[in-house]
T-cell receptor
Framework: GQNIDQPTEMTATEGAIVQINCTYQTSGFNGLFWYQQHAGEAPTFLSYNVLDGLEEKGRFSSFLSRSKGYSYLLLKELQMKDSASYLCAVYNPNDYKLSFGAGTTVTVRA | GAVVSQHPSRVICKSGTSVKIECRSL??????MFWYRQFPKQSLMLMAT?????????EQGVEKDKFLINHASLTLSTLTVASAHPEDSSFYIC????????????FGEGSWLTVV
């Protein structure tokens, strides 16, 4: 089975940094995705980590530790438009399925 | 531009009628397509896995006679909500994969279904 946990909500101030943690216990693993989803829209791809370590893409960075079943998404220099839900998803290569966490709603305040 | 197109983006139908949602891969052949449902403020829940030329595999608790999935070609999968009821109102999203790597998964734009 799949068990993916992430916090429900986080609030931060414009310009600040926020770290969204995700822990997982899954039957198959071949990478972890982070998606951003604004209300009423489809998810937008942010990052895909297959190997351990930190990957940086502009203001967003994602980290993975496979031995710990842990990942985080780091959002720097927060902007109001970053207010959204952030979904952690684990990819199982055995059936090509993505299993999603419940999502973390990030609210950026002025 | 979008590599997976979903249509319609919004649909309103009367209770008891059927609604069809299309998911197309625009510039690649999708061996597998997935259908998700998302209720407000909840995460994406996988409904079924659709493979071209074979019957869809449904997740536990999803009624296959109500959510009919047809994957007739490598670029098109359809989801038909049969005899829709207000509780079927939701955001339906498809995704398609072009290969076995996780980085080849693409999402459609989603379809809002409202049953009145």
């Amino acid at each position: 089975g799949q068990n993916i946990d992430q916090p429900t909500e986080m609030t931060a101030t414009e310009g600040a940094i926020v770290q969204i943690n995700c822990t997982y216990q899954t039957s198959g693993f071949n990478g972890l995705f982070w998606y951003q989803q604004h209300a009423g829209e489809a998810p937008t791809f942010l990052s895909y980590n297959v190997l351990d370590g930190l990957e940086e893409k502009g203001r967003f960075s994602s980290f993975l530790s496979r031995s710990k079943g842990y990942s985080y998404l780091l959002l720097k220099e927060l902007q109001m438009k970053d207010s959204a839900s952030y979904l952690c998803a684990v990819y199982n290569p055995n059936d090509y399925k993505l299993s999603f966490g419940a999502g973390t709603t990030v609210t950026v305040r002025a | 531009g979008a590599v997976v197109s979903q249509h319609p983006s919004r649909v309103i139908c009367k209770s008891g009628t059927s609604v069809k949602i299309e998911c197309r891969s625009l510039d690649f052949q999708a061996t597998t397509m997935f259908w998700y449902r998302q209720f407000p403020k909840q995460s994406l829940m996988l409904m079924a896995t659709s493979n071209e030329g074979s019957k869809a595999t449904y997740e536990q608790g999803v009624e296959k006679d109500k959510f009919l999935i047809n994957h007739a070609s490598l670029t098109l999968s359809t989801l038909t909500v049969a005899s829709a009821h207000p509780e079927d109102s939701s955001f339906y999203i498809c995704s398609a994969t072009a290969g076995s790597g996780g980085n080849t998964i693409y999402f459609g734009e989603g379809s809002w279904l409202t049953v009145v």
